[in-house]
């Protein structure tokens, strides 16, 4: 059973996505995230913030990398808005238009700092 947001699965139903068949947790690791993976999960920015954990919904457009400086390991995506709209045309869109989005639109995430599980819409 996946621990998911009214408004995500609400978002599943409109993409044709069944929240229990094609969702599937997966582990914060480096080998288990790809890019083009559609991931959900909740994030705690900073210990200040610990109850802000919205959950958040986001395409992967870079590999997951560790920080040379920090250790982090970093996820770097783009937000897919809960509005609702998306078809897998336009998701395969936005996958393939990543080189030409601006760096602005992309959202570097601490992997220690998502709270829980990372879930993979398959």
Do not use: C, W
């Not at 909740?42 to 919904?57: A, H, I, T, V």
């Not at 897919?80 to 393939?96: C, R, V």
């Not at 080189?99 to 220690?112: A, K, Q, V």
Request: no cysteine; proline share 5%; hydrophobic share 40%.
């Amino acid at each position: 059973m996946t621990n998911l947001s009214k408004k995500l699965i609400s978002f599943l139903e409109g993409y044709g996505k069944d929240h229990i068949v094609d969702v599937t947790p997966v582990p914060k690791s480096i080998g288990s995230i790809k890019v083009g993976d559609l991931l959900a999960f909740s994030y705690r920015p900073n210990d200040k913030n610990k109850y802000l954990n919205g959950q958040r919904l986001a395409l992967v457009v870079k590999p997951v990398i560790k920080d040379a400086k920090t250790g982090n390991l970093l996820l770097t995506v783009v937000k897919i808005p809960f509005l609702g709209g998306f078809t897998s045309a336009n998701l395969d869109e936005l996958y393939k238009s990543r080189d030409s989005l601006p760096e602005g639109s992309y959202r570097t995430y601490i992997m220690s700092n998502i709270i829980g599980l990372l879930y993979k819409i398959t």
